[in-house]
């Protein structure tokens, strides 16, 4: 197996470059590459990688070997544990910049690389620190002004979750937030509620949510998220300032990565800061609990 030499300057720009274009081609190679990437774990076997991201361990085989043929993870035999896949950590220092290009054609064509120089004859690398970062923030629902009466109720105080109507939080959170408005869902839509009215910081800001109600079974994971389990990556093509993901139940870590991945390309595009976060069982029980006038009890029972 061929080991990829580590450049600094343009070699590694190309590397980056590279990658991008590769992963660019496919969700599921995104989704398979981030797996290998997260935590301190040296090495994940397809079996370890399928359940993590919950995709067809086939799936999970085809993706890596076409991301190991390109040298983007190293794939290795062990003894008593059969096939299994290594990051490097080159491209997973820079896994975050890798992914906004990935996902954003015109700044993966825009960025530097030796064969593809800047037009003012910069060298790469410096025209790779003149690039603002991103700038994104996890909220929780303590973090947000319009539902600060939340901030007095205890997790230990709500009870244990249970399946809840996805229309029924959604006239909730709609009441909270003083929207009058019917929403009409259909099968495009870019999100489940969309408003201009949610007030983080003292100010008014947009927000767009993806609701997921008791017909999906805990934990949610990114392919429970849309018929394509591109849900998310829709939800932030929303003309939205903070994003979040509410559910009745568990939400899986991976959900919180595709959150932040999505927001901090978008962020990285729109030069703008973005914020995102998860409302899970617990936390959409102490919404409940916080503004009960908003939420009759003709769903008493789902509670």
Same mark, same amino acid.
């Given at each position: 197996?061929?080991?990829?030499?580590?450049? *600094?300057? &343009?070699?590694?720009?190309?590397?980056?470059? /590279?990658?991008?274009?590769?992963?660019?081609?496919? $969700?599921?190679?995104?989704?398979?590459? +981030?797996?290998?990437?997260?935590?301190?774990?040296?090495?994940?076997?397809?079996?370890?990688?399928? %359940?993590?991201?919950?995709? $067809?361990?086939?799936?999970?085989?085809?993706?890596?070997?076409? +991301?190991?043929?390109?040298?983007?993870?190293? %794939?290795?035999?062990?003894?008593?544990?059969?096939?299994?896949?290594?990051?490097?950590? @080159?491209?997973?220092? /820079?896994?975050?910049?890798?992914?906004?290009?990935?996902?954003?054609?015109?700044?993966?064509?825009? @960025?530097?690389?030796?064969?593809?120089?800047? #037009? %003012?004859?910069?060298?790469?690398?410096?025209? !790779?620190?003149?690039?603002?970062?991103?700038?994104?923030?996890?909220?929780?629902?303590?973090?947000?002004? #319009?539902?600060?009466?939340?901030?007095?109720?205890?997790?230990?105080?709500?009870?244990?979750?249970?399946?809840?109507?996805?229309?029924? *939080?959604?006239?909730?959170?709609?009441?909270?937030?003083?929207?009058?408005? !019917? @929403?009409?869902?259909?099968?495009?839509? !870019?999100?489940?509620? @969309?408003?201009?009215?949610?007030?983080?910081?003292?100010?008014?800001?947009? *927000?767009?949510?993806?609701?997921?109600?008791?017909?999906?079974?805990?934990?949610?994971? $990114? !392919?429970?998220?849309?018929? /394509?389990?591109?849900?998310?990556?829709?939800? +932030?093509? #929303?003309?939205?300032?903070?994003?979040?993901?509410?559910?009745?139940?568990?939400?899986?870590?991976?959900?919180?990565?595709? +959150?932040?991945?999505?927001? &901090?390309?978008?962020?990285?595009?729109?030069?703008? &800061?973005?914020?995102?976060?998860?409302?899970?069982?617990?936390?959409?029980?102490?919404?409940?609990?916080?503004?009960?006038?908003?939420?009759?009890? &003709?769903?008493? %029972?789902?509670?």
């Amino acid at each position: 197996m061929s080991i990829p030499v580590r450049d *600094v300057g &343009t070699g590694a720009h190309n590397q980056i470059a /590279h990658a991008a274009e590769f992963l660019r081609r496919s $969700p599921d190679r995104r989704k398979v590459f +981030l797996a290998i990437c997260r935590g301190k774990k040296k090495f994940r076997t397809a079996s370890e990688i399928s %359940k993590q991201i919950n995709m $067809p361990e086939i799936r999970v085989l085809q993706e890596a070997l076409k +991301l190991a043929n390109e040298d983007i993870i190293k %794939k290795d035999r062990i003894k008593g544990t059969g096939l299994v896949y290594q990051k490097y950590p @080159f491209y997973c220092q /820079h896994r975050d910049q890798i992914i906004r290009l990935a996902l954003n054609k015109k700044a993966l064509e825009q @960025f530097p690389t030796s064969y593809k120089p800047s #037009s %003012k004859g910069e060298v790469a690398v410096r025209l !790779k620190l003149s690039i603002p970062t991103a700038k994104t923030t996890q909220l929780t629902v303590d973090d947000i002004d #319009s539902f600060s009466k939340v901030r007095k109720i205890k997790q230990s105080d709500v009870e244990r979750n249970t399946p809840l109507s996805e229309r029924w *939080v959604k006239d909730g959170f709609k009441g909270i937030l003083g929207e009058e408005w !019917k @929403f009409q869902d259909w099968g495009g839509e !870019k999100n489940d509620f @969309f408003s201009t009215r949610l007030k983080l910081n003292g100010k008014r800001v947009n *927000v767009a949510f993806a609701l997921k109600g008791k017909g999906t079974p805990e934990p949610l994971v $990114p !392919k429970k998220m849309g018929k /394509h389990g591109d849900q998310i990556q829709r939800l +932030l093509g #929303s003309p939205a300032d903070a994003f979040f993901v509410q559910f009745w139940g568990r939400i899986d870590e991976s959900i919180v990565e595709e +959150l932040n991945a999505y927001a &901090t390309a978008k962020s990285w595009a729109q030069r703008r &800061t973005i914020y995102y976060g998860i409302i899970d069982g617990k936390d959409t029980r102490r919404i409940i609990a916080a503004y009960k006038k908003y939420f009759p009890k &003709t769903e008493g %029972k789902e509670l």
